[in-house]
């Protein structure tokens, strides 16, 4: 196949950056008075989800110090929904895969699958929440702030969704997707994310955005009075940072990985323009005719939910896929058609021109082809000539080097995007 020339570029995107985590972090609760928040003794939950957040255990860790300072007895609640395969044990394993484990942090992590019901939802559904969360003395919410992959909203992904959905272990989590197929994430996540402040000792909460490089843009705590106005705010931060491809129309999108560390979806649905969610409209753009995904993260443990999403992939990503870790995630999240599984061919050579075969009636050395890293990280990829042109006019995108045509090595293996 004549692939098409090839070309190294980079967006200009603000990307402010915390540079003393620890300063940040402690000046941030230093405005909280802890001091006559907390008596000494109180048993205190902190939340800690399944995300790559950057730092999060430096994050983490730091919290725990300055709890101890008054005396509180803090632990961990892994805070995940169903991930995990719905287990606690699994659980436990995705934390230590991010460095969070009884031995860095110092403190107990008390995982289970045991909720207990604290409140029924205006739908009539229960609403369901961690035991150990909700028999402690306090809880402190902590999680990064971000858009959603499968709505848009005043609050989208951040510690509404913590309580809702990671609190809410895999029982509330299934109860909290089964009405947002109904009645849409924005009116169920902020409803439910409300009872629980109300009905759980919560002590404050903890705000993380990230910019366009995955490093830690802005930390900031809140009271539980204030836990939707902070979010708001912060998903408008988030929202300016965030990575978007920087083109209405193309022929084929290559991502060298996918994985839950990158998106709760593999791939973020407002990058790709594909969300796949019974009763939320698909983005007007940017209309991409095909995907294709290499690879899947190691820190995925063989959950690949959101690879539905992609058009073609390689038997590469096959053989690493847990699928009773995807069917539990799909299900409990109401999204089945994210874990179907796209075209897969041996290597990444074959199902890269397989799908230039199916773009329509444009030739393959004409398309119009991105090739990225993954859907976080997009301050630089490559591009084919026929966007060349394109990014001469665009004051954002800086046009470097030129490359060969698409290439490959003997295993028909596809040279990765370098950031």
Request: glycine share 8%.
């Amino acid at each position: 196949m004549d692939f098409p020339q090839m070309y190294c570029i980079r967006q200009k995107i603000d990307a402010p950056q915390i540079k003393d985590i620890q300063a940040a972090v402690i000046q941030e609760l230093s405005s909280l008075n802890l001091a006559s928040r907390i008596t000494p003794g109180d048993r205190i939950a902190i939340t800690a989800g399944s995300r790559g957040i950057n730092h999060i255990d430096t994050i983490l860790k730091i919290l725990i110090d300055v709890l101890k300072t008054h005396r509180a007895k803090p632990f961990i609640v892994p805070a995940m929904g169903s991930h995990g395969n719905g287990t606690g044990q699994g659980q436990i394993e995705i934390l230590k895969s991010l460095n969070i484990s009884e031995e860095t942090m110092e403190v107990p992590i008390l995982s289970s699958m045991e909720v207990v019901e604290i409140g029924t939802s205006s739908h009539g559904f229960p609403v369901w929440v961690d035991k150990h969360a909700a028999t402690a003395d306090h809880v402190v919410v902590m999680n990064r702030i971000k858009p959603h992959t499968e709505f848009e909203g005043d609050i989208e992904s951040g510690l509404m969704k913590m309580m809702a959905i990671g609190l809410g272990k895999h029982k509330g989590c299934f109860e909290v997707h089964k009405q947002t197929v109904n009645f849409g994430y924005s009116q169920v996540i902020p409803e439910i994310g409300t009872l629980i402040l109300d009905r759980i000792p919560v002590l404050f909460g903890v705000g993380i955005v990230e910019n366009i490089y995955d490093e830690t843009a802005c930390i900031k705590s809140c009271l539980p009075k204030d836990f939707y106005d902070t979010e708001s705010m912060l998903l408008k931060k988030a929202k300016s940072y965030m990575a978007r491809l920087p083109f209405d129309k193309i022929d084929l999108l290559i991502l060298d990985e996918m994985g839950k560390n990158i998106s709760g979806t593999g791939m973020d649905t407002n990058v790709i323009g594909r969300i796949m969610f019974i009763g939320e409209k698909e983005p007007a753009e940017p209309k991409i005719t095909r995907i294709v995904v290499l690879d899947l993260t190691e820190a995925s443990h063989g959950n690949a939910i959101g690879i539905g999403l992609a058009d073609f992939t390689t038997l590469n990503v096959i053989k690493k896929l847990d699928t009773q870790a995807m069917a539990t995630n799909a299900i409990t999240a109401m999204t089945p058609e994210k874990a179907r599984l796209p075209v897969s061919l041996a290597t990444d050579k074959a199902a890269i021109e397989a799908a230039l075969q199916t773009i329509g009636a444009v030739n393959p050395s004409d398309a119009r082809i991105v090739h990225i890293k993954n859907t976080l990280e997009m301050g630089s990829f490559h591009i084919s000539h026929a966007l060349k042109e394109e990014v001469k006019e665009r004051e954002e995108l800086i046009l470097g080097e030129q490359m060969d045509a698409l290439s490959f090595d003997t295993n028909g293996r596809l040279s990765s995007v370098t950031i």
